[in-house]
């Protein structure tokens, strides 16, 4: 990465964070416990929901979601083919068969209209995207699960914060958010479940810790799926920090659609009506009708000291592990893939200067040579 002087990701944690991991290991109290206590209650909080149970990571909170739901093998899931890969290995660890409803370009999410066509006797779970930090289309989609009898789980992992008709992604079904290092809030490594399910929580719990209720006492075939509490100390701190963040992360927005949006062939992203969008990305299209393509662009910027990313180069089915696999239903997409084709993620990110966002503005109007 020789040469980006603006990163498209940047980690910045300080005193409080140092303090807090400090205390933890002053403490000798490692493994989980009251840190992960006062994570869990930020992300009650954050999403209003009863329950938060801590995991090790956003895929393990896919995989313990769907045990919790009591997916069973054979069992099917509809999902967004436009997505992390982790939304169709959880699925697939679970025993779960993965089939893909396309997306919509304004908001790269599941289409709602699209989805009743996916739904076989054998659905049991809708899995919602909520890509770049856009919350996907609740409004629609949970109705729709509900009429069905299908499960919500929420992937959640890039959108901590982001509403739909003011109400927090997370809190429609079962909310699957991540920690990992380059996302809103980071623990290094790390997962966050939310729901309003008492019963749910309860075996999400179980399952985290071996099925064990009281010492050596097992009701389920569990795992070990916690958080340390030297991670949630990471934590802590970002997550009281959430709105600062989150506010830095929409100006920036709001400054590069400021000076791009009159750009032909480059589609800035759409906050769509009733949304607050957290923007873990600013996910812009270069089309056809742009002077150079997606990859060019991508090239132009680095040499312009800019970073850039492409989150996702392919639909997530359009790879040999997955056309072989018996448990992903594969089905040409083609929202997904013109998506893939033309998507690019410049700088957003909180620790931006305005320097630097007039700097990425500048870069991008260069190659469009505008
Ligand atoms: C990051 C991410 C995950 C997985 O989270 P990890 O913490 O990396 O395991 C799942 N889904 C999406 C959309 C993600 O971006």
């Given at each position: 990465m020789s040469g980006i002087e603006v990163p498209v990701t940047a980690v910045r944690l300080g005193q409080e964070e140092e303090q807090l991991v400090l205390s933890v290991l002053r403490s000798g109290?490692?493994?989980?416990?009251p840190m992960v206590e006062r994570l869990e209650a930020q992300f009650r909080e954050l999403t209003g929901t009863a329950h938060a149970v801590a995991v090790d990571n956003g895929t393990t909170a896919l995989v313990a979601a769907f045990q919790a739901v009591g997916l069973q093998p054979g069992d099917e899931v509809v999902t967004s083919?436009?997505?992390?890969?982790a939304t169709v290995n959880a699925a697939l660890e679970a025993g779960a068969i993965v089939r893909f409803a396309d997306i919509g370009?304004?908001?790269?999410?599941?289409?709602p209209s699209l989805v009743e066509g996916c739904i076989t006797g054998r659905t049991r779970a809708l899995v919602p995207v909520h890509l770049y930090g856009q919350a996907a289309d609740m409004t629609a989609l949970a109705p729709l699960a509900a009429r069905h009898g299908l499960a919500v789980v929420e992937d959640a992992a890039q959108a901590h914060g982001a509403t739909i008709g003011g109400r927090p992604v997370g809190s429609f079904g079962v909310g699957c958010f991540s920690l990992y290092?380059?996302?809103?809030?980071?623990?290094?490594e790390g997962g966050m479940i939310t729901t309003d399910d008492d019963g749910l929580a309860d075996r999400l719990r179980l399952l985290r810790n071996?099925?064990?209720?009281?010492?050596?006492?097992?009701e389920l075939a569990g795992h070990n799926y916690r958080m340390t509490d030297l991670q949630a100390a990471v934590g802590i701190p970002q997550m009281a920090r959430l709105d600062e963040l989150t506010e830095r992360r929409r100006a920036n927005a709001a400054a590069l659609t400021e000076g791009?949006?009159?750009?032909?062939?480059l589609v800035v992203p759409r906050e769509m009506a009733g949304r607050r969008h957290v923007y873990h990305q600013y996910t812009v299209r270069v089309t056809?009708?742009?002077?150079?393509d997606r990859d060019a662009l991508a090239k132009a910027l680095a040499g312009a000291g800019v970073g850039s990313g492409v989150y996702?180069?392919?639909?997530?089915?359009?790879?040999d592990c997955y056309r072989g696999h018996p448990g992903v239903v594969v089905d040409h997409c083609p929202g997904a893939e013109a998506a893939a084709r033309e998507v690019l993620s410049l700088p957003v990110h909180p620790h931006l200067t305005s320097v630097d966002v007039e700097r990425v503005i500048a870069a991008v109007r260069r190659a469009f040579g505008a």
């Amino acid at each position: 990465m020789s040469g980006i002087e603006v990163p498209v990701t940047a980690v910045r944690l300080g005193q409080e964070e140092e303090q807090l991991v400090l205390s933890v290991l002053r403490s000798g109290h490692l493994a989980q416990g009251p840190m992960v206590e006062r994570l869990e209650a930020q992300f009650r909080e954050l999403t209003g929901t009863a329950h938060a149970v801590a995991v090790d990571n956003g895929t393990t909170a896919l995989v313990a979601a769907f045990q919790a739901v009591g997916l069973q093998p054979g069992d099917e899931v509809v999902t967004s083919p436009f997505t992390f890969v982790a939304t169709v290995n959880a699925a697939l660890e679970a025993g779960a068969i993965v089939r893909f409803a396309d997306i919509g370009l304004d908001d790269f999410a599941l289409s709602p209209s699209l989805v009743e066509g996916c739904i076989t006797g054998r659905t049991r779970a809708l899995v919602p995207v909520h890509l770049y930090g856009q919350a996907a289309d609740m409004t629609a989609l949970a109705p729709l699960a509900a009429r069905h009898g299908l499960a919500v789980v929420e992937d959640a992992a890039q959108a901590h914060g982001a509403t739909i008709g003011g109400r927090p992604v997370g809190s429609f079904g079962v909310g699957c958010f991540s920690l990992y290092a380059t996302k809103n809030v980071t623990t290094g490594e790390g997962g966050m479940i939310t729901t309003d399910d008492d019963g749910l929580a309860d075996r999400l719990r179980l399952l985290r810790n071996q099925g064990m209720r009281a010492r050596y006492e097992y009701e389920l075939a569990g795992h070990n799926y916690r958080m340390t509490d030297l991670q949630a100390a990471v934590g802590i701190p970002q997550m009281a920090r959430l709105d600062e963040l989150t506010e830095r992360r929409r100006a920036n927005a709001a400054a590069l659609t400021e000076g791009l949006a009159d750009l032909d062939g480059l589609v800035v992203p759409r906050e769509m009506a009733g949304r607050r969008h957290v923007y873990h990305q600013y996910t812009v299209r270069v089309t056809a009708d742009a002077p150079l393509d997606r990859d060019a662009l991508a090239k132009a910027l680095a040499g312009a000291g800019v970073g850039s990313g492409v989150y996702y180069p392919r639909a997530v089915y359009d790879y040999d592990c997955y056309r072989g696999h018996p448990g992903v239903v594969v089905d040409h997409c083609p929202g997904a893939e013109a998506a893939a084709r033309e998507v690019l993620s410049l700088p957003v990110h909180p620790h931006l200067t305005s320097v630097d966002v007039e700097r990425v503005i500048a870069a991008v109007r260069r190659a469009f040579g505008a």
